[in-house]
């Protein structure tokens, strides 16, 4: 009988003993029930949640007016809404954000070393729309966000826009249909629509390390990077730090761009490690000019839908992207389960897939691994930053500078073993029980993404009948093709509630945006005010949902704690990847287009104001 390692042929390891170690990793990770991992932005740290580049002197009147579109959030979502919107004849489209100014994650991350790890050609919305061109394969962050800037100038998004300013409150009004909208700098507008762009990740959060309010020392976030105590800019050159002991908390996708600038320009670098990420080869290049003036009309499309369906496990007759993410998938999903179907001259059954997807797991990891020890220097360091989990239960990285920067006698890689830091003293971080002296602190510890969703907005919002959201979605989110929620008309979600997520984000941004074009223009043609999910479209669609969400919690829930998982806690439904659509952005975005081409809106309820 033919066995899963016989479709892969020889292996060097020992699967049984591996699987335990991914196991034994991930349980010691877990914290008990009811020991909060992170504490809110509060008191001493509350200008972590502020806005260090804002224009203080910033000032205007309050606007009590009435547009087409009010968006909250300006980074790729919103404007890809906007811009779709606008193409679909919609005039007054006002977004409305925090921040100075549109870009989002690009906005607020500005960390020495920050760049996108999808290639830009892919990654950068509306490249060719705008006839743009990259400067590089992967782009850094001034880039992006003089791109985000270059989309809102295109699609005039500045005219309306509301910036520094925060929405208090939104409120349904059935007879005029139309939502009020309140702000922080005293606003009471309104709007026929209102799209909720807000983004899973823009809430900072911090460790709850006993004594973190005790540090004497310096201290931020990342996505808050205070540049006038490191000097320097996103491209590195922190000459603040040549005298300073600096320490950094946490070891994700932000802390391997910025480490190796850090491990440059400090007199000491302490990193302190729960879990080390998956780090493996960037390649960044300048963009190839001649190639980039070859590229035919839509050039754009196919590379994202190329790309995505590759990473979604398709096999596609070419790999127009051939960087890092496809290599991976090429060898871990239905690509190589396909091949193996070839060679059986049968198809897999689903155990039979899932059995040679884990051991190619394994190789691919050991392979990464294997990697470390052949840039690190130090046999005991090299140790220590080996992941042990599966590759996708943790976003992988590509960085060549990361792994090399560890050879430099003046960085410490402090492993905690799983636990996490002792203590913060007031002078220091405690690991083992020994403390390590620094003068600043960097906290590189991510955003909230398991709590609810209006606290994360950072409002509530009441539909119809006076119902909040945050009471309607108690219990986890309802919506229809995570677009709309039955109570809450002329609304609409932009973003990963009940969507496939992927991942070149933008593109699933992009799906969505144009989806939702197509939805309104045909309600406004039609000659409608309103436009809601009926409750049968709803709850079909959470049926699908639970149906497709198995297979994916079922592999979550043996990964290494993160938030893909919620810090392990898969049963509580949230975390990064809870309440996905599980068949994948491939099939999401087929099933978008098929209910467009009906031409007849199922699902959704369309009526007039007064009716």
Same mark, same amino acid.
């Given at each position: 009988?033919?066995?899963?390692?016989?479709?892969?042929?020889?292996?060097?390891?020992?699967?049984?003993?591996?699987?335990?170690?991914?196991?034994?990793?991930?349980?010691?990770?877990?914290?008990?029930?009811?020991?909060?991992?992170?504490?809110?932005?509060?008191?001493?740290?509350?200008?972590?949640?502020?806005?260090?580049?804002?224009?203080?002197?910033?000032?205007?009147?309050?606007?009590?007016?009435?547009?087409?579109?009010?968006?909250?959030?300006?980074?790729?979502?919103?404007?890809?809404?906007?811009?779709?919107?606008?193409?679909?004849?919609?005039?007054?489209?006002?977004?409305i954000d925090a921040a100075g100014d549109v870009g989002g994650?690009?906005?607020?991350?500005?960390?020495?070393?920050?760049?996108?790890?999808?290639?830009?050609?892919?990654?950068?919305?509306?490249?060719?729309?705008?006839?743009?061109?990259?400067?590089?394969?992967?782009?850094?962050?001034?880039?992006?966000?003089?791109?985000?800037?270059?989309?809102?100038?295109?699609?005039?998004?500045?005219?309306? &826009?509301? *910036?520094?300013?925060? %929405?208090? !409150?939104? =409120?349904?009004? $059935?007879?005029?249909?139309?939502?009020?909208? /309140?702000?922080?700098?005293?606003?009471?507008?309104?709007?026929?629509?209102?799209?909720?762009?807000?983004?899973?990740?823009?809430?900072?959060?911090?460790?709850?390390?006993?004594?973190?309010?005790?540090?004497?020392?310096?201290?931020?976030?990342?996505?808050?990077?205070?540049?006038?105590?490191?000097?320097?800019?996103?491209?590195?050159?922190?000459?603040?730090?040549?005298?300073?002991?600096?320490?950094?908390?946490?070891?994700?996708?932000?802390?391997?761009?910025?480490?190796?600038?850090?491990?440059?320009?400090?007199?000491?670098?302490?990193?302190?490690?729960?879990?080390?990420?998956?780090?493996?080869?960037?390649?960044?290049?300048?963009?190839?000019?001649?190639?980039?003036?070859?590229?035919?009309?839509?050039?754009?499309?196919?590379?994202? &839908?190329? *790309?995505?369906?590759? %990473?979604? !496990?398709? =096999?596609?007759? $070419?790999?127009?992207?051939?960087?890092?993410? /496809?290599?991976?998938?090429?060898?871990?999903?239905?690509?190589?389960?396909?091949?193996?179907?070839?060679?059986?001259?049968?198809?897999?059954?689903?155990?039979?897939?899932?059995?040679?997807?884990?051991?190619?797991?394994y190789r691919k990891m050991n392979g990464v691994r294997g990697?470390?020890?052949?840039?690190?220097?130090?046999?005991?360091?090299?140790?220590?930053?080996?992941?042990?989990?599966?590759?996708?239960?943790?976003?992988?990285?590509?960085?060549?500078?990361?792994?090399?920067?560890?050879?430099?006698?003046?960085?410490?890689?402090?492993?905690?073993?799983?636990?996490?830091?002792?203590?913060?003293?007031?002078?220091?971080?405690?690991?083992?029980?020994?403390?390590?002296?620094?003068?600043?602190?960097?906290?590189?510890?991510?955003?909230?993404?398991?709590?609810?969703?209006?606290?994360?907005?950072?409002?509530?919002?009441?539909?119809?009948?006076?119902?909040?959201?945050?009471?309607?979605?108690?219990?986890?989110?309802?919506?229809?093709?995570?677009?709309?929620?039955?109570?809450?008309?002329?609304?609409?979600?932009?973003?990963?509630?009940?969507?496939?997520?992927?991942?070149?984000?933008?593109?699933?941004?992009?799906?969505?945006?144009?989806?939702?074009?197509?939805?309104?223009?045909?309600?406004?043609?039609?000659?409608?005010?309103?436009?809601?999910?009926?409750?049968?479209?709803?709850?079909?669609?959470?049926?699908?949902?639970?149906?497709?969400?198995?297979?994916?919690?079922?592999?979550?829930?043996?990964?290494?704690?993160?938030?893909?998982?919620?810090?392990?806690?898969?049963?509580?439904?949230?975390?990064?990847?809870?309440?996905?659509?599980?068949?994948?952005?491939?099939?999401?975005?087929?099933?978008?287009?098929?209910?467009?081409?009906?031409?007849?809106?199922?699902?959704?309820?369309?009526?007039?104001?007064?009716?």
């Open positions: 009988m033919t066995t899963a390692r016989d479709l892969i042929g020889e292996i060097d390891f020992d699967p049984t003993e591996l699987k335990a170690r991914y196991l034994h990793e991930r349980d010691k990770r877990i914290r008990p029930e009811g020991n909060d991992q992170y504490v809110e932005i509060t008191d001493r740290f509350a200008h972590f949640a502020e806005d260090p580049w804002a224009d203080r002197s910033f000032s205007r009147a309050p606007l009590n007016d009435h547009v087409d579109v009010v968006i909250v959030g300006a980074g790729f979502g919103g404007l890809l809404a906007g811009a779709r919107l606008r193409d679909a004849g919609f005039d007054r489209i006002r977004l994650t690009w906005y607020w991350n500005r960390y020495p070393g920050a760049a996108c790890d999808v290639q830009s050609y892919i990654y950068l919305p509306l490249l060719e729309e705008l006839g743009a061109m990259p400067a590089h394969k992967y782009s850094f962050a001034p880039e992006i966000m003089e791109h985000s800037r270059r989309i809102a100038r295109a699609y005039r998004l500045y005219d309306d &826009a509301c *910036f520094q300013t925060s %929405v208090t !409150g939104m =409120d349904w009004d $059935e007879a005029s249909g139309r939502w009020s909208i /309140t702000t922080d700098r005293g606003d009471a507008m309104t709007a026929q629509f209102v799209v909720m762009a807000t983004g899973p990740l823009n809430r900072p959060k911090l460790p709850g390390i006993p004594g973190i309010g005790s540090f004497e020392g310096h201290t931020f976030h990342t996505s808050r990077w205070d540049y006038s105590y490191t000097g320097g800019d996103t491209y590195g050159n922190l000459t603040g730090l040549s005298d300073r002991r600096v320490g950094i908390i946490g070891t994700g996708a932000t802390a391997v761009q910025c480490i190796p600038h850090l491990a440059e320009w400090s007199q000491h670098l302490y990193v302190f490690q729960r879990t080390p990420s998956s780090v493996d080869v960037r390649d960044n290049a300048e963009t190839d000019v001649d190639w980039f003036a070859s590229l035919e009309p839509g050039w754009q499309q196919r590379y994202m &839908a190329n *790309f995505t369906a590759l %990473v979604s !496990g398709y =096999d596609e007759p $070419e790999d127009l992207i051939g960087d890092g993410w /496809t290599e991976i998938f090429r060898g871990l999903t239905g690509i190589a389960a396909k091949d193996a179907s070839k060679r059986l001259g049968r198809r897999l059954d689903p155990l039979e897939k899932a059995e040679m997807m884990e051991l190619l797991d990697r470390i020890d052949g840039i690190v220097e130090d046999d005991h360091t090299a140790e220590m930053l080996k992941p042990w989990y599966r590759q996708f239960c943790k976003r992988p990285c590509f960085h060549d500078g990361y792994l090399p920067a560890f050879n430099r006698s003046n960085v410490t890689l402090v492993d905690t073993d799983g636990r996490g830091v002792e203590q913060i003293t007031p002078s220091g971080v405690v690991v083992n029980g020994v403390e390590y002296e620094v003068d600043c602190l960097v906290f590189s510890t991510g955003f909230e993404v398991g709590t609810g969703y209006t606290r994360r907005a950072g409002f509530d919002v009441r539909g119809r009948d006076g119902i909040e959201l945050s009471q309607r979605w108690a219990d986890g989110a309802r919506t229809f093709h995570g677009l709309q929620s039955r109570g809450f008309p002329n609304m609409a979600f932009i973003g990963f509630i009940q969507t496939a997520t992927t991942v070149n984000i933008p593109h699933a941004l992009a799906e969505q945006a144009g989806h939702l074009a197509h939805i309104l223009r045909e309600v406004r043609d039609r000659g409608f005010d309103v436009v809601e999910t009926s409750q049968t479209a709803e709850d079909e669609w959470q049926d699908e949902i639970a149906r497709t969400a198995v297979m994916a919690r079922s592999f979550y829930e043996e990964c290494t704690p993160g938030y893909y998982n919620n810090e392990g806690r898969v049963s509580d439904g949230t975390g990064y990847a809870a309440g996905m659509y599980g068949g994948g952005p491939v099939r999401f975005f087929a099933l978008l287009d098929e209910w467009r081409s009906t031409g007849e809106l199922p699902g959704l309820e369309l009526r007039r104001v007064g009716q």
